[in-house]
């Protein structure tokens, strides 16, 4: 059976288009179902950022949930990795947040964890959508059972205590200057104050949203505005999560932006030297620098790539038994302290490094000099471009023109019509070579 609602992260599309309150009243239906398992009374956490749309559809949840007999704890808006966190400390049978994560506000979805704080497996995915499309009213509590809706009081103060014991009795934060950008997002009470309390000068910015301005010119996808405040406030480094706040990217006191590569090399680096890593090596995508798999070589460390997309991360992490993963776009995941991306928890840590080892940030995350890397976008109408004949001719010449001194790497795109294409290697030019006559035969082969 193919997935019609779920994608790589859960459910996203417009809000009020595709993310309806029809469709939300129904996923807290069947979700509800799916995870009513024994005779106790069924919980579900349930968190958003701060898009217009959540108050729609987190209403229109709480009615699918209490209509099969789930009573719903409703914690406002807070971090992806809170609400993870949440829904496992709580014992909650089922946690929800409602984000599009770094999209912009008109965009919404959803987003499950189990009652172990994990993202939902393909299977249970595919059990949810079966149930979407069909019949439920015979499934429907009756009117003894139905669940009762309340409002969780102090979460706040819960998840920044969380945050602040990963890094508390080794290190505290007094004498820095931070700036963190919120992306007017889930994190723009908590990241800033976690901050303060550990002792550390912040300057927030990206901390008033209104249900229009989430991730608008602010935070981890636009990081211009980080940098000219850190910068101005002559800060020791910058902070920007994104609109849910399960990534994050660092600028250092110059104002140069430091992307999740290097932020894994400087976390893997440190837990190594400290006994800290389960297993010699960290898992990244395939889309991860070739200097990142160089610089952790020379520290005796490997590099497992998984597919593009945390989710894929953690799966490798928990196959193989790897404690750190991540992306290039920030999203780190630190499986001793929780079990999807957390952009606070990951700036922690850094921190704790910085703050030990006393060199400035641009010295610190720059422990490999990235390998020239270039991305293009193919868009195709429909057809499977990548099966014909030429295509694959010209990324077999491609590969061999790069041999051993580079990759390349070419992947549909897993929400829209667009063949990605990537190549890398010491020779810049050769790289851009490379790249434009693959997308040049896919085009020819889309048209």
């Known amino acids: 059976m193919s997935r019609s609602y779920f994608g790589t992260d859960g459910i996203r599309g417009e809000a009020n288009k595709v993310i309806t309150p029809e469709l939300a009243l129904k996923v807290g239906?069947?979700?509800?179902?799916?995870?009513?398992?024994?005779?106790?009374?069924h919980r579900v956490v349930i968190g958003k950022d701060t898009r217009l749309s959540g108050y729609m559809i987190e209403n229109a949840l709480v009615a699918g949930f209490t209509s099969v007999g789930m009573d719903p704890l409703l914690l406002g808006p807070m971090p992806t990795p809170a609400v993870a966190m949440l829904t496992h400390s709580m014992r909650a049978d089922l946690g929800v947040m409602i984000s599009a994560s770094h999209n912009h506000f008109q965009d919404n979805g959803i987003k499950l964890f189990g009652p172990d704080g994990y993202k939902l497996s393909d299977e249970t995915e595919k059990e949810i959508e079966a149930l979407l499309d069909s019949d439920?009213?015979?499934?429907?509590?009756?009117?003894?059972?139905?669940?009762?809706?309340?409002?969780?009081?102090?979460?706040?103060?819960?998840?920044?205590?969380?945050?602040?014991?990963?890094?508390?009795?080794?290190?505290?934060?007094?004498?820095?200057?931070?700036?963190?950008?919120?992306?007017?997002?889930?994190?723009?009470?908590?990241?800033?104050?976690?901050?303060?309390?550990?002792?550390?000068?912040?300057?927030?910015?990206?901390?008033?949203?209104?249900?229009?301005?989430?991730n608008r010119d602010v935070g981890s996808t636009a990081p211009q505005a980080l940098a000219d405040k850190v910068r101005e406030m002559r800060a020791d480094i910058g902070i920007a999560l994104d609109g849910d706040a399960d990534r994050v990217i660092i600028v250092d006191e110059k104002g140069q932006v430091v992307d999740g590569d290097q932020l894994m090399a400087v976390i893997a680096s440190s837990w190594n030297e400290e006994g800290r890593l389960s297993k010699p090596g960290i898992v990244a995508t395939i889309m991860s620098n070739l200097g990142l798999e160089r610089f952790l070589e020379s520290q005796g460390l490997s590099l497992i790539r998984s597919a593009v997309g945390d989710r894929h991360v953690l799966e490798e992490m928990r196959a193989h038994g790897y404690n750190v993963g991540g992306e290039q776009s920030g999203h780190i995941i630190l499986s001793d302290f929780g079990t999807t991306g957390d952009g606070l928890v990951s700036a922690l840590q850094l921190l704790a490094v910085l703050k030990r080892s006393g060199k400035p940030v641009s010295e610190l995350c720059h422990c490999f000099e990235p390998v020239p890397q270039l991305l293009k976008n193919v868009r195709f109408k429909s057809g499977r471009p990548l099966e014909t004949e030429p295509v694959k001719k010209a990324i077999e010449l491609s590969r061999e023109k790069l041999g051993k001194a580079g990759r390349l790497v070419i992947r549909p795109s897993g929400t829209e019509p667009v063949i990605r294409v990537m190549a890398e290697a010491d020779d810049a030019a050769l790289v851009a070579t490379i790249v434009d006559e693959v997308c040049a035969a896919v085009a020819k082969a889309a048209a």
Not at 29 to 41: C, E, L, M, S, T
Request: glycine share 12%; charged share 25%; aromatic share 8%.
């Open 29 to 41: 239906q069947a979700a509800g179902i799916v995870f009513q398992r024994g005779d106790h009374r």
């Open 136 to 214: 439920l009213s015979s499934r429907l509590a009756g009117p003894t059972r139905l669940g009762r809706a309340k409002r969780v009081e102090a979460v706040h103060a819960r998840y920044i205590e969380f945050a602040k014991r990963t890094i508390m009795g080794s290190v505290e934060l007094a004498g820095l200057r931070i700036v963190v950008d919120c992306a007017n997002g889930a994190g723009y009470k908590v990241a800033p104050e976690a901050l303060w309390e550990l002792g550390a000068e912040v300057f927030a910015i990206g901390v008033e949203p209104d249900g229009f301005n989430i």
